[in-house]
Every structure is written in C-alpha cells, then in structure tokens.
C-alpha cells in the first residue's frame, strides 16, 4: 500500500513551481516572427498561434499549461506564395536545384547538417519541452536524425556510383539514372516531429525536389532553430516553410495541382481526402506512413519474461505515442493469467515525471484533448466486462496519464479496434491461433506484427499467414521502424510507398535515361559530352 500511495503522490505533484526546475532545463519564450520563403527569412507581423507545452506549472491562478511561444498563423495567400516559390525554383526540372549535379547537391545536404548540429542542445530542450519526451528519447532522436541524413549521403552515393556506367543491349547505349519528381508538399507527425518528417524531407531534397514544408501541429518551435540552416544550405525557394491550420493552406495547394508528390505522415482519413483534392490525380505521387495498430502475439510456448520485457517496451515508448507500437496483445489462455500478472507489475514499477527527471519513462501528453479519449476508452473497456489491472491504471493529473493494463478485451470494445495512441495496453485472450489471424484479416491495417514463441514449427506456421498480412514480421521482439537501412511500409491503410534510406531515395526520384544507337559516331559524341563535362546527367564522374 504504500509503494501506492508514492506513486498516486509522485503522480500527484508531478506539475510544480518553475522556479524547482534545474537552470539547465529552463526555457524562454521563443516569439517566432518570421517563415521561410523563397530563401528569405521573412517577417510576419500577423496573426500569431500560441504554442503550450504539455508540461504545466503553478502559476498564481493554480496549474497552466507552460506557455513557450508563439508561431506564425499564415493563411492560404502566403502558401500559394511558399507554392509559386518551389515551382519557380523547380522550374520545370531545368532550375538550380533540380539540375544541379548529384555532387554539389551532397555538398549542400553535408553545409545543412554541419548548421544543424550547432543548434542541437536547444533542439533537444524545444523537444522536450513541446511534446513531452523524455531527455533520452529526445537526444535519440536529433542524433538519429543527423545519423540518418548522413546515411542517405552515403546512400545517394553509391546510387550515383551505380549509375555512372553506360549500359548496352541489342545495338543500343544508354546510361540510366535517377531525377527528380517536382515540388513536393512534405507533411509529419508531432510524435517524431524532427525525425519522422526528415525521412521523408531529406531524401525528396537530396534527389532534386523543392519542398513545401508543413510544420507539425506539435513540435512545430522545435524547427524554428533550423530555419537558417535551411536558407543558408540550399537555393533560394528550395525549402519553403508553412504555419497554420492544415484545412486552411494545404487544400489549396493541393487543389492547384502544382504539387508533385504528397509525403504525409498522419491518418489515411486526411490522406484520402487530400489526395481527392488533386486535379490531376495520375500526376500525384504519395508517399505515405499511415494508420496502425500493430499486434503481439504471445503463445503459450513464449518465455514469458521475453514476451512481457518486450511488450512493455513495444506499448509504452513515449508513451505508446508511436505509429509502430503494440497496440493489441493476444496471449494464449493458459498463460495469460500469468502473463497479465508479469506485466501489470513491471508497468506498476514504471517512474512518472517531467521529461528531464532522471530514469524517467511516463510523461505528460502533448494533445490536448487525448487525456479525455483515453478515460473514455478505458469506460468503454469497463463496461464491457474488462478490468484494468495494474495499480493507478488509468489514473491522470491534467495531461499526464498513468498507463493501464485492460484485461480481457474483447471485439465490442472500443481499444479492440481503434489505435489508441496512447498509454493503455489492451491484452486479448485467444484459444486457438486461427483468432489473432482472423483479427489482422479482417483489420483495415497492416503495418507489423510481433510473435513471442520458442517453438520453431509454431513460429513457421505463423510466418507465412502474416507476412501476406502485414509488411514486417518480428520474432520475440517489439515492433519499430529501424533499423533505417531496412523497409519500412505496410499493406492495406498503413501506407503506400517504402521508406528506408535506399528506398526513399527511389521514392523521390523516377527512372530517367539517355539512349543511342551504339554506332561510332553516336559514341564518340557521347565520349565529347563525357570527357568536357559538359552535362550533369551523362557523366562517368565517380563520387567517393
């Protein structure tokens, strides 16, 4: 009772006077008044939007949200602006930018990274501060971020080292390489609002796009610091920032039809009806990293501490706030007793607090309204005959929930079918294994799956259904993105197009080539081009 009763209080006082906060964690208001156009950092005398952290303080009207600035809030004139500038830059594949040679283009990306990392101490505490993510986690994911856009680098040179070859068929030479799509609008999520977004940005920049940036509803003060990077890297009206409500400046974007390619990190509601704004719907290419609810498996055959050290982890990393989390457990009858008793205590053992408190692994939720949805979907598990089982399940102080561990759930509930982004950890129990196939068959998802079984014939048998059903099977581990080298990508709504390093750069571009016939004087002209460099395309220069 009394490791109870600290918790419930740790929980309690978790929000306190700023001045407690240690100096190094502190954070001053950050008034942006300016966006990125055309090159330029250009002021905004406007509207503004205020951004609040999910962190609150006392304050002498009781606990606020920690205001930490404001942003611009730009209508859909100055995205049609952001929009006329990347066509213009693009200018119809013959601008800077798009013809620039694959070299210069890595010498730019290399000037970007050099300026980021100079900002990364405020990056990581605009982090923190923002979305609620732990010091660790925040830390992870700037320097995966930097990790990433040098691993595209390497990757786009080995791409280019492929391509600098001619190739010859049936009486004809050519040489084949990659070019780029367009303008396109890059849109992501607040959860990994620098990382998430740079998977997609980095790579359709690298290979020759101009980008219209959306920043994210959350995080959004998290890219102000990096405003400059990206005006003193690139050509003027490569990279153009948007601010403000997305149904007021991206559906004219989209209804114009001069964007390219829709890279959207999000629901596959917004993506549908996005997409159905396009007037030319053949021109548009997506790609996107949707919805999921991504299942574990846990049979009978499991070692149990495996099964639950992973789950753990799988659901509850920032706060299950993750598109490639455990969202549904299934666990065999004769050991979900067990099971659900192992889990129940390590989440119980789970420390809450602020985001820079050491050994920290529960904090405050970031969207507003997402404390609320949660208690509604644990009353819906309750009344429909679910419990929850670990101690101060459920339990929240403004926007800090405790995670809570339902058992049984069942498929009247709603946690059995909506992705809960969030700290619950719905737990289902099945008799036979056809139930958890069934589940993702009939699931409008299909992202990854998480199987925990020592059994080698088990293991095989439930290979082969899921990796038809979903894009990545993993064995007696969670489920995640990384590593960045291999595929990431799902069936049915989970996603369309691939994302790793090497295929995002395949994603962003289209095969192009410069054929002749191979005669002797075809090659000697083309020996002429080569040898004077006279095209950035038809080229043998070998990039190290």
Known sequence: MENIKASLTAIDNLFTDESLIAEEYKISEINQREYLLNGKLIPWNGEVTEVFSPVFIQSSEGLKRKLLG??????????LESLEAAVAAYDNGQGEWPTMSVENRIKCMQ???????????????????????????STKEFDRTVEYINATIDALKDLDRESSR????????????????????????????????FTTLIPALIMGNTILFKL????????????????????????????????????????SGKVNVLAFIGS???ANSLKKLHPKANRLRSILSLDAKNAAIVTKHADLDVAVSECLLGALSFNGQRCTALKLIFV????????????????????????????????????????????????????????????????????FVFPAVVYPVNDKMKLYHEEQFGPIIPVVPFDTIDEPIEYQINASHGMQVSIFSEDPKEV??????????????????????GPDVFPFTGRKDSAEGTLSISDALRSFSIRSLVATKSTDANKKLFNSIVRDHDSNFLSTDYIF
């Not at 390489?177 to 990382?195: A, D, E, H, Q, W």
Request: aromatic residues 8%.
């Open 460 to 481: 095989a048998s439930l290979i082969d259904p899921f990796v038809n059903l979903v894009s990545r099977v993993n064995i007696n581990c969670l489920s995640q993105r």
């Open 216 to 255: 994210p509803k959350h995080g959004v003060l998290a890219h102000y610091p990096l405003l400059n990077a990206f005006k003193e890297a690139f050509p003027p009206g490569t990279v153009n920032t948007l601010y403000g409500r997305g149904a007021e400046i991206i559906s004219p974007l989209m209804e």
């Open 111 to 137: 000037k970007f990274v050099y300026l980021m990392i100079q900002q990364r101490q405020l990056v990581i505490k605009l982090l923190m501060w923002e979305i609620g993510k732990s010091l660790p986690d």
């Open 268 to 270: 596959s509601k917004v």
């Open 166 to 197: 001619f190739e010859e068929a049936e009486g004809v030479l050519a040489q084949i390489r990659r070019s780029s799509l367009g303008v396109v609008l890059s849109m992501g999520p607040f959860n990994y609002p620098l990382n998430e977004i």
């Open 332 to 399: 065999q009858k004769e050991i979900a007793a067990a099971f659900v008793e192992k889990l129940s205590e390590a989440v119980a053992a789970l420390k809450p607090g602020l985001p820079w408190d050491k050994d920290v692994k529960i904090t405050p939720l970031p969207e507003f309204d997402k404390p609320n949805y949660l208690k509604n979907c644990l009353d819906d598990a309750l009344a429909h005959g679910a419990q929850i089982i670990n101690e101060n399940g459920g339990y929240s102080n403004n926007s």
């Open 70 to 79: 404001t942003i611009p809030h730009t209508s859909a004139k100055e995205a």
